[in-house]
């Protein structure tokens, strides 16, 4: 019964879905708030709906009822508990399902605060909702039903594919989906503001506070997700230009320009048409995320199973972008900015720039991500884009925005005086250049690496004494050390946030700049009770031993490893043996610190114990990129605070 | 993500490098730097240098042996070129109809930087042209007084 | 201003620039339906079949030398190779018997598994063509082997006439089989 009832709960959820979105658009057009009510209680219909048969697919997980196809590709009967109530997202079918969810969650909160506050856009706004989320509805109907029928009922499951056996995997698709879903709000006020002919700054206040919150997840997810890859794969790296981890990162790219852009309609009234061309991209970017995860068009860690289902969402991203830049097209007249800007050196200047680079990035990875189907369509010859491409690329492109995001918050709006410049920026120049001196003498040979070093330097003292400045002059008004921070934070925690913000993708910046200027590896056989010196650290093969997990054969080799400081640890990377699986999955071991990670993996190893090759590698600083998220966490809460009443 | 060096520079690096170690010695740095090169061919989107799998072993023992025997590093991966395709090397050959996909992200930028300065220009022109302002009305007023207010954060 | 004059015009075409922008784009990506990412044209094709010498699962010598003259049909597998390898394993014994008194090898050459899995394996279909392990996986890179299966198919002079990515079947076999023998030595 549950695959049918469930299958029932998603097509009526499409018809209503469906019909809100026509009521909402007829009841804007025609003035009829009946209409517009409707289509709200359809749209909290459909949002009951979808959650009960999620509801019912985890209890199907949860029961092991193999009946349901999507239970019996992803779970096993050796499955642990809480992998079984994941696995809800681990595959396609489920993951449309997931997206559905948080869309018509999101519908529900633009109903409740937008209601009455904005009647001009609501019921369009609504209208575009319930229009993209019976699209996936349709996914969910059509080519990928999450409630179809297994018979004959099989006696156990596939089982989950073991790499997703893992805190990251719990974590990574709700963090990134929230994201992507997330831009789906300011896309539709954009096309509400389109409609409607408001195409002011009414739509971009509206939605700041949204565009923050998907940005943040979207960062979350990105991070996650390096994390899971570092943690988990076993190859000791946390990005590789895969095309899946490029086009969340495109609409990463694209959300970050529009967050800066948005601030200089929000002050000048410029830009409109660029604002609107921005979302517009990065909402059809998130498509195209899911789209690339999903067709099998390219070759990539993440691809699920190919089918139909490329073909639809190909078809709704062509209707997406060619209704919404069509209309773009229509309203031209309203669009054409009146720019002014005072002086080329300036805030503004500095926000154009920042711009500029987001979007030129973001084309360079679409570039290389698309390439290999350009090169076979045009010459019939495959050729590989991969990470050496992508790194040589966009290193200028990060390196001009490190630079930009420390002289963006400071600079003047309007017009940079040589005074302004002087009395920011001076001491910041003299201390990078000093700081990169000082590594070239201390050896640093790359000047690629002393560069970014010294640009992050430069940013780094450029926020400090922003922060010092600022503070010390609450401290004149009388107020004591940290109550005068904390109000700092708290009275403009718009621009704090921001501060934070910066400060987590510096610490970022340095984690990526250190770990890829200094990182080592190497390779080496080890017969039993042999040691391996390397990079300051001493590695002695113990033993090999073999044991019989709840749905894998493990082998685990147990090393000692000690870098003459602390005691000396013991290490037990292993090899995982799944019987659905061709290959063995590696088990990494590593220990973790500030400064650098050890990282150890197994490679071969004789039957007999006597032998193993292992992977050693020493990373360095990578656990800076874990604190900049947490860092960058701080900051987008602080600047999504409700602004503190003025005095 | 392992070497900051990209393929081509070091590619030329090699090419120049004048001293060819002996057969017999093998610098595991070498072997890592022609593996990163190479796309690992069972996984996805990895280098043979990074990847943890059975083939990629198999092949980083192989360049090895290469090395070993006296190969230069750039016949190490004409030979794996010879056997794969293009298809293998993680980065295009910069030749060709590849040079688009090199050229055009520097050339957008610039491009995109050219015509960003072009059109600063004529905004701030237009600002300067106007004629000064005697009376400052309510809006400006306002916007005035919000914008010293962020000034002085 | 005088340059108002201009801007309209440009302005009213310009703008429906991005929206057709979006459609070569499109386009590509539909055209990647066509297309398969992982398969992976092979540089080896009408070119010497490299040569390999490797110890059987018997006992005996396998090596391509000895079987000059002969068509030989190559092919890689796994005992972990699930289901393709499964699938055309009796394919392979059975097209094996038939054309054997014809001068056609047939030869499997097994990557990355453990001895008593291949045993396995080949007691399991029967396989009574010569099979060898390739333990450091030289051979399989020296035919860009990519995954498993793979098939190869060799001609009387060694060149390689065909490369065939995944489990072979009986209609594949006979019909490069067949090709090969017409030709004229």
Redesign the interface.
């Given at each position: 019964m549950t695959p049918e009832i469930g299958y029932a709960m998603t097509a009526v959820s499409l018809g209503l879905a469906l019909y809100g979105s026509g009521a909402a658009a007829l009841g804007a057009r025609a003035v009829r708030p009946g209409l517009i009510q409707s289509a709200q209680r359809a749209a909290l219909a459909i949002f009951v709906l979808i959650t009960l048969s999620m509801g019912l697919l985890v209890y199907a997980f949860l029961t092991f009822d193999f009946s349901v196809k999507y239970v019996a590709n992803n779970t096993n009967l050796g499955t642990p508990f809480y992998y079984r109530i994941t696995a809800l997202w681990g595959a396609l079918e489920g993951s449309i399902v997931l997206w559905s969810w948080m869309l018509a969650l999101y519908t529900l909160i633009v109903i409740v605060r937008y209601r009455t506050r904005r009647p001009e856009f609501y019921p369009w706004t609504l209208s575009v909702m319930l229009g993209i989320l019976a699209f996936f509805l349709l996914v969910m109907t059509l080519p990928a039903p999450p409630f179809q029928r297994l018979s004959p009922v099989p006696p156990d499951g596939r089982g989950l594919n073991p790499l997703l056996e893992d805190t990251g995997m719990i974590t990574h698709p709700v963090a990134l989906y929230l994201g992507f879903t997330g831009f789906t709000v300011p896309f539709a006020f954009a096309m509400a503001a389109l409609i409607t002919g408001r195409t002011g700054d009414e739509w971009i206040t509206i939605t700041r506070r949204w565009t923050i919150v998907a940005w943040y997840f979207l960062s979350l997810g990105l991070l996650i997700g390096g994390w899971w890859s570092y943690h988990v794969l076993g190859w000791g790296g946390y990005w590789s230009w895969d095309p899946v981890e490029n086009a969340a990162f495109m609409p990463w790219l694209t959300g970050t320009a529009f967050l800066h852009s948005v601030m200089i309609q929000e002050r000048r009234r410029m830009l409109k048409l660029w604002n609107l061309t921005l979302i517009i991209l990065t909402f059809g970017l998130t498509l195209f995320g899911t789209f690339l995860t999903r067709s099998g068009i390219l070759s990539s860690v993440h691809s699920f199973t190919q089918g139909a289902i490329g073909a639809f969402f190909l078809a709704f991203i062509a209707l997406v972008l060619l209704t919404a830049f069509g209309l773009v097209a229509i309203r031209g007249d309203r669009l054409r900015a009146q720019g002014e800007l005072d002086s080329m050196v300036s805030r503004e200047s500095a926000f154009l720039l920042n711009n500029l680079f987001l979007v030129a990035a973001a084309f360079t990875v679409f570039f290389g991500t698309v390439f290999p189907l350009l090169s076979e369509a045009v010459r019939g010859v495959k050729v590989s884009v991969g990470a050496p491409f992508f790194n040589l690329v966009n290193i200028p492109l990060f390196l001009s925005l490190l630079f930009l995001m420390g002289i963006g918050p400071l600079i003047a709006w309007r017009r940079a005086s040589l005074e302004n410049l002087k009395r920011n920026f001076l001491w910041p120049i003299g201390v990078g250049i000093a700081a990169a001196a000082i590594l070239r003498l201390l050896g640093v040979a790359s000047g690629l690496t002393l560069l970014a070093m010294g640009l992050a330097v430069f940013v780094t003292v450029i926020m400090a004494l922003d922060f010092y400045r600022a503070t010390r002059a609450r401290l004149r008004t009388g107020e004591r050390l940290l109550p005068a921070m904390g109000g700092l934070l708290h009275r403009q925690n718009r621009r704090y946030g921001g501060f934070v913000v910066h400060l987590g993708i510096l610490v970022i910046a340095l984690g990526v700049a250190g770990s890829q200027a200094w990182s080592v590896q190497t390779e080496a056989t080890l017969n039993a009770g042999e040691t391996l010196e390397f990079s300051g650290y001493r590695v002695r093969f113990d033993r090999l031993s073999a044991s019989e997990e709840s749905n894998h054969f493990k082998v685990t080799g147990t090393f000692t490893v000690s870098n003459g400081q602390a005691r000396p640890a013991v290490m037990q990377p292993a090899k995982k043996f799944y019987p659905q699986e061709q290959t063995p999955i590696a088990y990494v071991d590593y220990l973790m610190g500030l400064r650098e990670d050890f990282y150890l993996v197994l490679g071969d190893f004789a039957r007999d114990g006597s032998q193993a090759t292992i992977k050693v590698q020493v990373n360095r600083m990578v656990t800076w990129i874990w604190i900049g998220g947490l860092v960058l966490t701080l900051g987008a809460a602080l600047a999504i605070l409700p602004d503190p009443k003025k005095a | 993500?392992?070497r900051?060096a990209?393929?081509?520079l070091v590619l030329i690096f090699v090419a120049t490098v004048a001293a060819t170690p002996p057969p017999g010695s093998v610098n595991?740095e070498a072997?890592?730097e022609i593996a990163?090169?190479l796309?690992c061919?069972?996984?996805?989107?990895?280098?043979v240098?990074?990847?943890?799998?059975?083939?990629a072993?198999?092949?980083?023992?192989?360049i090895r042996e290469r090395l070993r025997a006296g190969d230069r590093p750039d016949q190490v991966v004409a030979y794996?070129v010879?056997?794969?395709?293009?298809?293998?090397?993680?980065?295009?050959r910069p030749q060709g109809?590849?040079l688009?996909?090199?050229v055009?992200?520097?050339a957008?930028?610039f491009a995109?930087?050219v015509g960003?300065?072009l059109?600063?220009?004529?905004?701030?022109r237009?600002?300067a042209s106007?004629a000064p302002i005697t009376q400052v009305d309510p809006d400006t007023r306002e916007r005035i007084r919000r914008?010293m207010a962020?000034?002085e954060? | 201003m005088s340059t108002e004059l201009v801007e309209p015009r440009t302005w009213r075409w310009g703008k429906w620039v991005i929206p057709f922008a979006v459609l070569p784009f499109l386009a590509l990506l539909a055209y990647g339906f066509r297309t398969d990412p992982r398969a992976i044209p092979s540089p080896l094709i009408g070119r010497p079949a490299p040569p390999f010498a490797l110890a059987a699962f018997d006992g005996g010598r396998v090596s391509l030398e000895a079987m000059r003259g002969k068509i030989v049909v190559l092919n890689f597998w796994a005992s972990w190779c699930y289901p393709a390898c499964y699938e055309e394993a009796p394919v392979l014994e059975r097209n094996w018997q038939a054309y054997r008194d014809k001068g056609v090898m047939v030869v499997g050459i097994d990557i990355q598994d453990r001895e008593e899995a291949a045993l396995k394996f080949i007691r399991q279909f029967g396989l009574s063509f010569p099979n060898a392990p390739d333990p450091e996986g030289k051979v399989s890179v020296d035919y860009g082997v990519y995954g498993v299966p793979e098939t190869f198919f060799i001609d009387r002079n060694g060149k390689i006439r065909k490369k065939h990515v995944g489990a072979v079947t009986e209609e594949l076999f006979r019909s490069e089989v067949e090709r090969m023998l017409k030709d004229a030595t």
């Open positions: - | 993500m392992r900051t990209p393929a081509l595991e072997v890592q990163a090169q796309r061919v069972v996984c996805q989107n990895l280098s240098a990074d990847s943890p799998s059975e083939t072993n198999q092949m980083r023992r192989i794996f010879d056997r794969y395709g293009e298809w293998i090397l993680l980065s295009p109809f590849n688009l996909v090199w055009a992200p520097f957008g930028t995109g930087l960003l300065i059109l600063m220009r004529r905004w701030s237009r600002s106007a914008e962020d000034l954060s | -």
